[in-house]
């Protein structure tokens, strides 16, 4: 068998060096041995955005963008999807292992007593303007929830990490329901303690003067499964940048606000949102020539929103599941007459050699916001929806991180491109 190594010839030098290869991977340090003569600093490796870079070791997730594959902790998205609920997914990812009965009657409690936020969050909420994002309202509040757990800074006691998991997992669907009433002018209702996870989160986003409002049951079903199904993804944008914020050992409110930030973008989660824009900007099926064309054409960058992946050369296992359950809630709110026009671009679209050439296929975000709109969320408030569950992928992979000796303070080199040694020039020299 040979030698799991890679030989290399500097051609600038004739040295030849043996890297070794280890997970499929070398190590980017491994190249700083080759140098051209004394003075040079050694090779670096060139890789914006991360192309071919892996960052960090983790058992959290697996994907194989290829075959479409999505396990949390080895078990298949499918399967999580259709038996288990969000906070079991959260116990799992968090632990390794799926939970037993008193184990998450425990971990279930532990989320319950801390679903309430400091009373001066609602007066920060209030410092909003009536028609701020709600992105923007949830980044800045997780933000500030550093400045209420002043122990959270203590990131090197593992005692201490998990009271700040347990908090960011039990607040953040209250603070997204508070954002979503100050939006709405209406009252902030508090966490029930008696509910769900899930349904708690829709009572104090939805309830209106009725003490025991509850959300259909077919919908509370729908929005568990979408939870599970954004819980983690292992190293996207948003979860990189929660790694990056963490290395530096910021707390973990922080750096979860940095993901919250990152995911707002509409490349990434905020892909549901720009979704449901794009949409009904097309309008009516006879429209989707003329929109694909655009896209082709690169027409003022026009992007098929919700398609292509990174790491998915395929179809993303749960916009399979998210399309099933498109079905369930439409039983219930009507059927969604942009769904005609999605199912519609769509197979335009997997027939047409520009996409399919790219491999650009529909993403998890392509369906979502056709059920978050048929339950009746604004579309600025879709990707809220998405950084809720997210928020155990964050903790749990601040925490594999934090608690990893490979790691330390994330901070990349450069290639400098710029200019040297120039003297300083009075301004009333200058051109
Ligand atoms: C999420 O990473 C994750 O895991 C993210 C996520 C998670 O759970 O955390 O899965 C969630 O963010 C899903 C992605 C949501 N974003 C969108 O739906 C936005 C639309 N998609 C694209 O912007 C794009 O596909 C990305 C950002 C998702 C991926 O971009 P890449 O990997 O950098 O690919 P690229 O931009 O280099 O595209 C390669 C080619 C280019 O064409 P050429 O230059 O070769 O001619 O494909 C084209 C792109 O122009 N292309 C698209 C396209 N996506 C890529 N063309 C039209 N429409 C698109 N959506």
């Not at 508070?178 to 708690?200: A, C, K, M, T, W």
């Not at 439409?330 to 050439?357: C, H, M, S």
């Not at 993403?363 to 056709?370: C, E, H, P, Q």
């Not at 604004?378 to 601040?398: E, H, K, M, S, Y």
Request: proline share 4%; aromatic share 10%; hydrophobic share 40%.
């Amino acid at each position: 068998m040979a030698k799991d190594s890679l030989t290399v010839t500097d051609n600038r030098t004739g040295k030849t060096y043996e890297l070794a290869i280890d997970n499929g991977c070398i190590r980017a340090m491994d190249l700083r041995q080759i140098k051209s003569g004394a003075e040079d600093f050694g090779l670096m490796a060139y890789d914006p955005a991360f192309l071919n870079t892996a960052n960090c070791k983790s058992a959290i997730t697996f994907i194989d963008g290829d075959k479409g594959i999505l396990e949390y902790r080895g078990y298949p998205i499918e399967q999580l999807a259709e038996h288990s609920t969000h906070l079991e997914v959260a116990y799992l990812l968090m632990n390794g292992e799926l939970p037993n009965k008193s184990q998450l009657e425990e971990f279930t409690a532990s989320i319950t007593t801390h679903t309430y936020v400091h009373e001066n969050i609602k007066g920060f909420m209030d410092g909003f303007r009536y028609d701020a994002h709600p992105m923007s309202m949830l980044a800045s509040t997780v933000a500030a929830l550093s400045s209420f757990y002043p122990e959270a800074k203590n990131v090197r006691s593992k005692e201490v990490r998990r009271r700040q998991m347990i908090r960011l997992i039990a607040k953040m669907p209250t603070i997204a329901a508070f954002g979503y009433r100050h939006s709405q002018g209406l009252p902030y209702i508090y966490p029930n303690n008696d509910l769900g996870y899930v349904e708690n989160f829709l009572t104090m986003v939805k309830s209106i003067g009725k003490q025991n409002w509850r959300s259909h049951p077919a919908l509370v079903k729908a929005l568990e499964i979408l939870f599970i199904l954004h819980a983690d993804h292992e190293q996207n944008c948003s979860t990189t940048a929660t790694r990056v914020v963490g290395s530096s050992e910021a707390d973990p409110y922080s750096a979860v606000a940095a993901g919250i930030t990152a995911l707002y973008g509409p490349l990434h989660g905020g892909a549901n949102e720009a979704v449901l824009r794009m949409l009904r900007e097309i309008g009516d099926k006879k429209n989707i020539p003329e929109f694909i064309k655009k896209v082709k054409d690169k027409d003022g960058d026009k992007k098929l929103m919700g398609f292509g992946h990174r790491v998915y050369k395929n179809y993303d296992p749960r916009a399979k599941v998210i399309k099933k359950a498109c079905d369930e809630v439409f039983e219930v709110t009507g059927k969604n007459p942009l769904l005609d026009i999605a199912v519609e671009l769509e197979r335009i679209a997997l027939q047409d050699d520009y996409f399919v050439q790219r491999k650009l296929y529909p993403n998890v975000d392509f369906y979502s916001g056709l059920i978050y709109e048929a339950m009746g969320f604004p579309v600025d408030f879709f990707t809220n929806l998405f950084a809720i569950p997210r928020t155990v992928g964050w903790v749990c992979q601040f925490e594999e991180m934090i608690s990893d000796n490979d790691q330390k303070i994330a901070r990349p080199r450069q290639i400098f491109t710029g200019q040297r040694k120039r003297d300083y020039v009075a301004i009333e020299k200058r051109g």
